[in-house]
C-alpha cells in the first residue's frame, strides 16, 4: 500500500467500510468512489480493503453468535442417543405432538439445514472469484468509477423490480432457491453492486419476507468475506513490501468491526418495516455521480 495512506485516512475508509458493507449500496463501490472524490491511493487497495471486511466479519460471528450456538446445539441433539420426552409437569417438558414441540422440531431442523443452504450459495462465488480474480485487481479494468456506477444504478434497479414481488405467505427456503441467490451473489464481485442488496433481493424473488431475506444474507456474508480474505492471504502476509503501517491496519479493523456492528443491528430492525426503495434512489444519484467522475 501507498505509504502515503495515514491514520485519518484509513479511519475514514473503515468506517465507510463497516456501514455499506450491510446496508445494501455496496461497500466496495464506496471505498473506490471516496478515494476517487479525496485523491487518496489505491496502490495496493484491494489488500487493505480486504482487512476492512475482516473487521465485518468478526462483527458477524459475535453479532449472531446465538445462530451459531443453535446450529451446534441441533447438530449436538440429533446425534445424541434419543430418549423420551418426560411430559410431566416437573420436567417441564411437553408431548412431541403438542404445538410447542411442533415448534421446537421445526427450530431444530432450519438450524439442521441452515449451514447447508449457506453453502449450497456460497459455491458460485468461489469458482467465479477464483476464475476472475486477476480481472477483479485490475484498477483499470474494474476497480474504476465508471464500473463502479454502472454497477450502483443496475443494482438500483434490481431493487425496484424486487419490491414489486407479491407474496401471499413466505416459503421455506429450498436448496434450489439457496443456489439461485448464490449466483445472484456473483454479481456482486464487480465494485458497486452490494453484496447484500443483491442476496437480499434474490431472497425476495424465492418468496422471503424482507427481513429474513436480509439475515439469509448475512448469513452467506460469512463465508464470501472468509474467502475474499483467504484470496488475499498471501499478499495479506507480504504486507511489509507495501509498507502498510501495522498501527493503520489495526486501527481499520477495529473501527470496521463497530462500524459494522452497528450497521447489522440497523439494517435488522429498519428492513422489518421499510423497504429497498430509499436505496435504490441513493444509489441512482451515487451511480450517476460515479459515471460522470473524471
Known amino acids: 500500500m501507498d505509504a502515503s495512506l495515514n491514520l485519518w485516512q484509513s479511519l475514514v475508509l473503515a468506517i465507510v467500510q463497516g456501514v455499506t458493507e ?19 491511493s489505491d496502490q495496493g487497495g484491494l489488500v487493505f480493503d480486504t482487512i476492512l471486511h475482516g473487521g465485518s466479519l468478526a462483527a458477524i460471528l459475535i453479532y449472531f453468535w446465538r ?13 445424541a442417543p434419543q430418549t423420551e420426552i418426560a411430559t410431566s409437569p416437573q420436567s417441564g417438558k411437553w408431548p412431541l405432538g403438542d404445538k410447542v414441540a411442533d415448534v421446537e422440531n421445526s427450530a431444530i431442523s432450519y438450524y439442521l439445514r441452515l449451514p447447508w443452504l449457506v453453502a449450497v450459495a456460497t459455491i458460485p462465488v468461489i469458482i467465479a472469484g477464483a476464475v476472475l480474480k486477476p480481472l477483479l485487481e485490475s484498477n483499470v479494468i474494474i476497480r474504476n468509477t465508471s464500473i463502479t456506477g454502472l454497477s450502483m444504478i443496475m443494482t438500483a ?31 456482486t464481485l464487480l465494485p458497486g453492486a452490494s453484496r447484500s442488496g443483491w442476496t437480499t433481493a434474490g431472497g425476495l424473488f424465492c418468496g422471503q419476507k424482507r427481513e429474513n431475506a436480509v439475515r439469509f444474507a448475512f448469513f452467506m456474508a460469512v463465508p464470501a468475506i472468509a474467502g475474499a480474505i483467504i484470496f ?17 491496519m489495526l486501527a481499520g479493523f477495529t473501527v470496521s468491526f463497530i462500524s459494522s456492528l452497528a450497521a447489522i443491528h440497523f439494517c435488522l430492525k429498519f428492513f422489518r418495516i421499510h423497504s429497498l426503495r430509499p436505496f435504490a434512489i441513493y444509489l441512482i444519484l451515487a451511480g450517476l455521480l460515479s459515471i460522470f467522475m473524471k
Do not use: T
Request: overall charge positive.
Open 232 to 248: 488475499q492471504a498471501r499478499d495479506i502476509i507480504s504486507l511489509p513490501q507495501l509498507a502498510i503501517n501495522p498501527v493503520i
Open 67 to 79: 445462530e451459531w450456538a443453535a446450529i451446534i446445539r441441533a447438530y449436538f441433539d440429533r446425534f
Open 157 to 187: 434497479l434490481l431493487f425496484l423490480l424486487a419490491e414489486r414481488r407479491n407474496i401471499s405467505h413466505e416459503k421455506p427456503i429450498s436448496f434450489l432457491n439457496a443456489l439461485f441467490i448464490g449466483c445472484m451473489q456473483i454479481i
Open 22 to 40: 450491510f446496508l445494501p449500496v455496496s461497500s466496495s463501490g464506496h471505498l473506490v468512489l471516496l478515494r476517487k472524490i479525496f485523491g487518496w
